[in-house]
């Protein structure tokens, strides 16, 4: 099955997560099918904490794939940032 979730990449103290679309059985950090997006939880200054590519994001749930609890609730904090701008 493919999921979209996030992968964590960063220094220590320091998070920083990709969004991607991967295989289900793959491991976190593992082989990708395409980079999504990311998100920032502690960004510094004018750092965006969230970027996500919408298009990307429905072509492959309208294909199945399905997202993690953190990216779905991430998703719909997004759209929301979007309808309001």
């Keep these: 099955m493919v999921t979209i979730r996030l992968t964590r990449r960063g220094a220590k103290k320091q998070p920083f ?3 991607v679309v991967t295989d289900s059985r793959n491991r976190q950090g593992g082989a990708i099918l395409e980079q999504v997006g990311y998100f920032n939880p502690i960004p510094a200054g004018k750092d ?6 919408v298009e990307r994001i429905d072509y492959w749930l309208s294909k ?3 997202p993690s609890e953190r990216v779905a609730s991430l998703v719909k904090k997004y759209r929301k940032q979007l309808s309001a701008a």
């Design 64 to 66: 199945g794939a399905k």
């Design 48 to 53: 965006r904490a969230l970027e996500l590519n």
């Design 17 to 19: 997560y990709h969004v």
